[in-house]
C-alpha cells in the first residue's frame, strides 16, 4: 500500500504543474491580447482624432452682382410751396374766413384787420396833399404873373426867380404828400390777408378781436398756406454714396401708415456740398401728390437703385475674417490647403459684401472660416453640398438686397 502512494506522487506533482503551466500561458495570453486591443484602440483613436482636426469648410465662387443695389434712406416730406402769413398793418382782428384745412384759390380772403390809426393816417395824408395842391396852384400862378411883368421891367429879375423856384418847391410838395398817400393806401390794402397762391390751410393762430402787430417773423404767423400737391423729399445721402447720386435718377417711396404702397420720385438736385458734422450729401427729390396721400412733414423711406460696379465681387459678409493683420478672406489652394489674403471693401451691404481688391473671380472662397484657421492648414471640402455654395449667396441676396 505504501508503495503504491510513493510510485503515484511524481505522477501528481508533474501534472500539476502542467496544469500551471498551461493557466500561465493561458493567462499570459489574455494579457497580451488585451494590451494589443488597447494598442489597436489608441491606434485608431490617434487616427480618429487626427481627421477629426481637420475642419470641414464650404466653398464657393464669388459673383459680379450685375443688379442695381438698392440704398433705403430715411426722408422727410415738405410741401413744394409753404408761406406763413404775417401782418403788415396793426390793429385788430375783425374776422377770419379760412380755418385750417380749408381749400383756398390765390387771393382768396382770409382775414380783415381794422386799423382805425392807419385809417386817420391815411386821411390826414390826402388832406396834405390837398393843402399842397392848392398852394401849387398858386405858386404857379405867381410865378406866371411875376414873369409876364418882368417883360415889361415891372420887377426886378431876382423877384421873378423867387417865385419861380417857389413853384418847384410847391411842385416838390405836392409830389412827396402823392406818394406818401400811395404808401398809406398800400398799407389800407393789407388790411385784407388774402392767400398768396392755391393750396390748403395748414394754420390759425389768431382770432376775432385779437391784437395784430405789424411784423414778420417777429411773433406768430396769423396763417400758413402750403401747396401739397407737389411735395419736396430732403434725404442727407452718405458721403460713400454720393458719387453715384446724379439729377434726374428716379426713386420710390414708403410711409409706414401705407404700406405696400410705393410712389415714384424724381431727384431735382443736391446742395453739391457734403455737410461736415454728418458726412452727408442733402438731395432734393420731387413727388406728386395730387392724390393727397402723401403729407407734408411725415417721414419716409427712400428706395435708391445705385449702379453696381462691373469689377466688384460679391461675397457674404461670414467668409470675412476680422484680425489684427486686417480685413483677410480664406480660400481653397492647393492640396486644399488654406490660404488668407487681405481685401478691401468697396460697398457693405448688410448680409454681403463687395470686395474691391484681393480677390479673383477663380478664388475659392471658404465660408464661416474657423477663428482658429490660418494660412497652409489642412482643411476639407464638404462634398455632401457641393454646389450648393453659390445658391446659398443667391438667397442672402435675395433676402438682403438692400442696405442703408
Given amino acids: 500500500m505504501s508503495t503504491e502512494i510513493e510510485i503515484n506522487s511524481p505522477k501528481r506533482l508533474r501534472h500539476l504543474k ?3 503551466i498551461v493557466a500561465l500561458l493561458a493567462a499570459a495570453g489574455v494579457v497580451a491580447s488585451g494590451m494589443a486591443g488597447r494598442a489597436h484602440a489608441k491606434q485608431e483613436l490617434t487616427t480618429w482624432s487626427a481627421r477629426q482636426a481637420v475642419p470641414t469648410v464650404v466653398a464657393y465662387t464669388p459673383k459680379r452682382d450685375l443688379d442695381a443695389q438698392a440704398l433705403v434712406l430715411p426722408g422727410r416730406l ?3 410751396v409753404n408761406a406763413p402769413i404775417y401782418a403788415r398793418v396793426s390793429g385788430y382782428l375783425h374776422a377770419w374766413y379760412a380755418d385750417i384745412g380749408t381749400h383756398v384759390k390765390a387771393g382768396q380772403l382770409l382775414a380783415d384787420i381794422d386799423t382805425p390809426d392807419l385809417d386817420q393816417q391815411l386821411q390826414q395824408a390826402r388832406a396834405d396833399l390837398q393843402n399842397s395842391v392848392a398852394n401849387e396852384k398858386l405858386a404857379a400862378s405867381t410865378a406866371h404873373r411875376w414873369t409876364q411883368m418882368l417883360k415889361q421891367d415891372s420887377v426886378s429879375q431876382q423877384d421873378a426867380d423867387e417865385k419861380t423856384s417857389d413853384l418847384v418847391a410847391k411842385q416838390a410838395t405836392v409830389a412827396a404828400n402823392e406818394a406818401n398817400v400811395r404808401r398809406l393806401e398800400a398799407l389800407e390794402s393789407f388790411k385784407r390777408i388774402t392767400a398768396p397762391f392755391d393750396g390748403t390751410v395748414t394754420a390759425r393762430t389768431t382770432d376775432i378781436g385779437a391784437l395784430i402787430n405789424a411784423g414778420g ?6 396763417f400758413s398756406v402750403s401747396d401739397a400737391r407737389r411735395l419736396r423729399v430732403y434725404v442727407s445721402v452718405p458721403q460713400d454714396e454720393a458719387a453715384a ?3 434726374g435718377m428716379s426713386a420710390t417711396l414708403t410711409v409706414p401708415e401705407r404700406p405696400g404702397v410705393k410712389f415714384n420720385a424724381k431727384l431735382v438736385d443736391t446742395d453739391d456740398a457734403i455737410t461736415p458734422a454728418s ?3 442733402l438731395v432734393q427729390l420731387a413727388v406728386d401728390n395730387h392724390d393727397g396721400l402723401l403729407i407734408p412733414g411725415e417721414y419716409t423711406e427712400v428706395h435708391f437703385a445705385l449702379p453696381t460696379n462691373a469689377h ?8 470675412l475674417i476680422f484680425r489684427q493683420n486686417g480685413l483677410q478672406v480664406a480660400v481653397l489652394g492647393k492640396d486644399n490647403r488654406a490660404e488668407l489674403k487681405p481685401v478691401s471693401i468697396a460697398t457693405d451691404l448688410g448680409t454681403h459684401v463687395e470686395i474691391a481688391s484681393g480677390l479673383s473671380a477663380t478664388d475659392r472662397v471658404i465660408d464661416n472660416p474657423p477663428d482658429s484657421l490660418a494660412s497652409g492648414d489642412e482643411v476639407r471640402l464638404q462634398t455632401t453640398t457641393s454646389g450648393t455654395g453659390d445658391t446659398a449667396v443667391a438667397s442672402r441676396r435675395a433676402t438682403e438686397s438692400t442696405h442703408g
Wanted: glycine fraction near 16%; charged fraction near 5%; hydrophobic fraction near 40%.
Fill in 279 to 281: 458726412g452727408t450729401l
Fill in 78 to 80: 415738405s410741401a413744394f
Fill in 18 to 20: 502542467l496544469v500551471g
Fill in 245 to 247: 447720386i446724379q439729377p
Fill in 312 to 319: 466688384a465681387l460679391s461675397i457674404p459678409a461670414s467668409s
Fill in 217 to 222: 417773423g417777429n411773433g406768430p404767423e396769423l
